[in-house]
């Protein structure tokens, strides 16, 4: 079974200041891991996602994460945060059947950015 | 390309009646997934259809169901509805090949009171 961890229900930064949200995974085979962020009411948005390849991975907004495979983690960042970054963030892990099972999300970091 | 769409966007119920819900998937995407999500669980999977073809299902009662017709569109319904079904209801489609991801709608907002 897939499982999906965040470290820290809220994290906190300053506006300017790196971001780094934290995502642990377990998957018993390859996996294909997603990050999605979510503004109020509104649904998810893709951020970035791996699949095979490059382990840096970039994506819209600025924020990259990168797939560690020994370390079982896919961590996002973000180098300076902006105030339009507050949102929920998601990290999710896919299964080798193009979706059947669906994603499996973790619980969601809440992104607050002080000015 | 017009994005996945959902409606109504929101929705107010009393305990016992039922609901259904609708969702557009992006032109093309034969793969439409069902998503629950509430403060106290966060996103959980109900299902995931394909061609009309229900190929996985979560761990929901079976008052959750739900179909997918020839042009894709999907309706998911709740039958006897609790307090606790109150939560945001997401809709994704994909092209369910190995990999790619999933396309969210905004949501509809189910209230059961």
């Known amino acids: 079974a897939q499982s999906v961890t965040q470290l820290g229900s809220h994290v906190s930064v300053s506006e300017g200041a790196l971001v780094l949200l934290r995502c642990n995974y377990s998957s018993s085979v390859p996996p294909y891991l997603f990050w999605y962020v979510q503004y109020p009411n509104q649904g998810l948005q893709l951020l970035l996602k791996?699949?095979?390849?490059?382990?840096l991975v970039k994506g819209i907004n600025g924020f990259e994460a990168e797939f560690k495979k020994s370390e079982t983690s896919f961590h996002l960042t973000k180098p300076s945060a902006h105030m339009s970054d507050a949102a929920e963030y998601f990290c999710?892990?896919?299964?080798?059947?193009?979706?059947?099972?669906?994603?499996?999300f973790g619980k969601g970091t809440h992104l607050i950015i002080q000015p | 390309k017009a994005g996945v769409t959902q409606t109504p966007r929101y929705l107010i119920k009393t305990r016992g009646q039922q609901v259904t819900l609708s969702c557009s998937p992006i032109s093309g995407h034969r793969s439409v997934s069902w998503y629950q999500q509430t403060p106290g669980q966060g996103l959980q999977f109900l299902f995931e259809y394909f061609s009309e073809t229900q190929r996985n299902k979560g761990n929901f009662p079976g008052r959750f169901s739900g179909r997918q017709f020839s042009n894709s569109r999907s309706e998911m319904n709740v039958s006897t509805l609790e307090l606790g079904d109150s939560a945001l209801y997401l809709c994704?489609?994909?092209?369910?090949?190995?990999?790619?991801?999933?396309?969210f709608g905004p949501g509809t907002r189910l209230t059961v009171l």
């Open positions: 999710a892990v896919s299964d080798a059947r193009g979706g059947a099972d669906g994603l499996t």
């Open positions: 994704a489609s994909s092209l369910a090949t190995e990999g790619t991801e999933q396309f």
């Open positions: 791996y699949t095979t390849g490059a382990t």
